[in-house]
């Protein structure tokens, strides 16, 4: 069965520092590209960054460029997200979601390719 688990999720002020993990059972990280996105309620979900292994590429949002890194270690199929310099509008529902195949720098960041999701952790940055 396919499962991705989030973690790492929590309180902090402004200008500390996160790092999420995503535990993928079920397929494989070489295989599927592994996107995180988040969502507060009443707006939609918004990519934040994506990961693919098979053709070695990585993608951000501008919003969080420079700020956020992911990164893997396949062998644990575990994909992180570093998330520095925080701020109280990085505030949301993190997801990470597993899309079979190479995503493109068009459709990284939409989330109805994405195959596989998580249930979310929660991100408060507090002012």
């Known amino acids: 069965e396919e499962q991705l688990v989030e973690s790492g999720g929590g309180l902090v002020q402004a200008g500390g520092s996160l790092r999420l993990s995503c535990v993928v059972s079920?397929?494989?990280?070489?295989?599927?590209?592994i996107g995180w996105f988040r969502q507060v309620p009443g707006k939609e979900r918004e990519g934040v960054s994506c990961?693919?292994?098979?053709?070695?590429?990585?993608y951000y949002s501008e919003s969080v460029k420079g700020r956020f890194t992911i990164s893997s270690d396949n062998a644990k199929n575990t994909v992180y997200l570093q998330m520095n310099s925080l701020k109280p509008e990085d505030t949301a529902t993190y997801y990470c979601?597993?899309?079979?195949?190479?995503?493109?720098?068009?459709?990284?960041?939409?989330?109805?390719?994405?195959?596989?999701w998580g249930q979310g952790t929660q991100v408060t940055v507090s002012s």
């Open positions: 990961f693919s292994d098979s053709d070695d590429m990585i």
């Open positions: 979601a597993a899309q079979y195949g190479r995503p493109s720098l068009g459709n990284w960041h939409v989330p109805m390719r994405y195959d596989y």
């Open positions: 079920g397929l494989t990280i070489e295989d599927y590209a």
